[in-house]
């Protein structure tokens, strides 16, 4: 016969049950906070591979710097942006956005950063581009900012088709809000119309490629679009926060988010699309229609009215 365990011996076993569950709990919650300052550059111990013979053979060391894009070879496209300080504003070759980039898949792009008055520095970082890690373009990490007077040569080869932009990567919150950024676009669509949408809120007025109000996809008004003609627009919210996008005058379709394809696409209709971020949305328009953007801004291919932005969004 068993005998029942003294009430002591109970009391025990349960304090030794909660602390065993509340003991690692507690240890997880004060290792995963955030300290109260720390030091970016101490990185803690670096480990350089090779196990603890030769933890200390510090001869494998390299330099981010050194992690280029092909060093020779004459580019496909090359360029050169210079960067400006004007007013609030901040421009590439005197404009903002800056030049539209294009590129074939594979090809060698070879963009010149010259900073003629940014007085902070620059750097042209590739968002979303698998690049090299030395011409990412992240100040402070992969290289210094470019300071006034200097100019700095980002090289490589675009390994995927799709939708990117640049933009500055110092002082971003000023510098790619006034402006220095612009669209990439590798490879090209075989729709009639190819388009880049490129968002961008400047001193809280909402724009399409710089411009507030209605813009014209085809830079032309007026004629509706030839039957079965099909139009790609290349939506880029370069603003730090989320925007919707809606469609109005037929249904419409997702092509490629973040420069990634969508499988099968389907019609959407009544659906509003939430861009994060620094996203990019490929849409596919089948004729005449009207993409809003939010804050009165919107491209329009043919005349088609606006219609009330749809309560729900894409994939609610
Ligand atoms: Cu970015």
């Given at each position: 016969?068993?005998?029942?365990?003294?009430?002591s011996?109970?009391?025990?076993i349960?304090?030794?049950a909660?602390?065993?569950?509340?003991?690692?709990l507690?240890?997880?919650?004060?290792?995963?906070?955030?300290?109260g300052?720390?030091?970016?550059?101490?990185?803690?111990?670096?480990?350089?591979g090779?196990?603890?013979?030769?933890?200390?053979?510090?001869?494998?060391?390299?330099?981010?710097?050194?992690?280029?894009?092909?060093?020779?070879?004459?580019?496909?496209?090359?360029?050169?942006?210079?960067?400006?300080?004007?007013?609030?504003?901040?421009?590439?070759?005197?404009?903002?956005?800056?030049?539209q980039?294009?590129?074939?898949?594979?090809?060698?792009l070879?963009?010149?950063?010259?900073?003629?008055s940014?007085?902070?520095?620059?750097?042209?970082h590739?968002?979303?581009?698998?690049?090299?890690n030395?011409?990412?373009?992240?100040?402070?990490?992969?290289?210094?900012?470019?300071?006034?007077?200097e100019?700095h040569?980002?090289?490589?080869?675009?390994?995927?088709?799709?939708?990117?932009?640049?933009?500055?990567?110092?002082?971003?919150?000023?510098?790619?809000?006034?402006?220095?950024?612009?669209?990439?676009?590798?490879?090209?669509?075989?729709?009639?119309?190819?388009?880049?949408?490129?968002?961008?809120?400047?001193?809280?007025k909402?724009?399409?490629?710089?411009?507030?109000?209605?813009?014209?996809?085809?830079g032309?008004?007026?004629?509706?679009?030839?039957?079965?003609?099909?139009a790609?627009?290349?939506?880029?919210?370069?603003?730090?926060?989320?925007?919707r996008?809606?469609?109005?005058?037929?249904p419409?379709?997702?092509?490629?988010?973040?420069?990634?394809?969508?499988?099968?696409?389907?019609?959407?209709?009544?659906?509003?699309?939430?861009?994060?971020?620094g996203g990019?949305?490929?849409?596919?328009?089948?004729?005449?229609?009207?993409?809003?953007?939010?804050?009165?801004?919107?491209?329009?291919?043919?005349?088609?009215?606006?219609?009330?932005?749809p309560?729900a969004?894409?994939?609610?």
């Amino acid at each position: 016969m068993r005998r029942p365990l003294r009430r002591s011996t109970r009391v025990v076993i349960a304090v030794v049950a909660t602390l065993a569950v509340l003991g690692p709990l507690g240890y997880l919650w004060q290792d995963s906070l955030v300290p109260g300052t720390y030091d970016m550059a101490s990185m803690g111990t670096m480990d350089f591979g090779g196990g603890p013979a030769a933890a200390h053979a510090h001869g494998d060391e390299f330099s981010v710097a050194a992690l280029t894009g092909p060093s020779t070879g004459k580019p496909d496209v090359s360029l050169t942006l210079t960067a400006r300080k004007e007013g609030k504003r901040y421009t590439l070759n005197g404009a903002t956005p800056g030049p539209q980039i294009h590129a074939r898949r594979g090809q060698l792009l070879q963009v010149t950063l010259v900073n003629e008055s940014v007085p902070d520095g620059v750097t042209l970082h590739w968002h979303g581009v698998d690049v090299p890690n030395a011409e990412d373009g992240v100040a402070g990490v992969t290289q210094d900012a470019v300071r006034v007077g200097e100019r700095h040569v980002y090289r490589f080869t675009t390994p995927d088709e799709g939708t990117y932009w640049y933009h500055s990567h110092q002082v971003s919150h000023s510098q790619v809000r006034g402006g220095l950024f612009g669209a990439l676009v590798v490879g090209a669509s075989a729709a009639e119309v190819d388009e880049v949408v490129a968002v961008h809120t400047y001193d809280g007025k909402r724009t399409i490629n710089g411009a507030p109000g209605v813009s014209s996809l085809t830079g032309i008004a007026g004629p509706s679009p030839s039957p079965g003609a099909v139009a790609r627009v290349r939506v880029i919210n370069t603003d730090a926060g989320p925007i919707r996008l809606w469609v109005s005058g037929a249904p419409y379709r997702v092509v490629a988010v973040d420069g990634h394809a969508v499988y099968r696409p389907s019609d959407i209709s009544d659906k509003s699309v939430l861009v994060t971020a620094g996203g990019r949305v490929d849409l596919s328009l089948p004729g005449a229609a009207r993409v809003d953007v939010g804050g009165g801004a919107a491209a329009v291919w043919g005349s088609v009215p606006s219609a009330p932005q749809p309560r729900a969004d894409l994939d609610e």
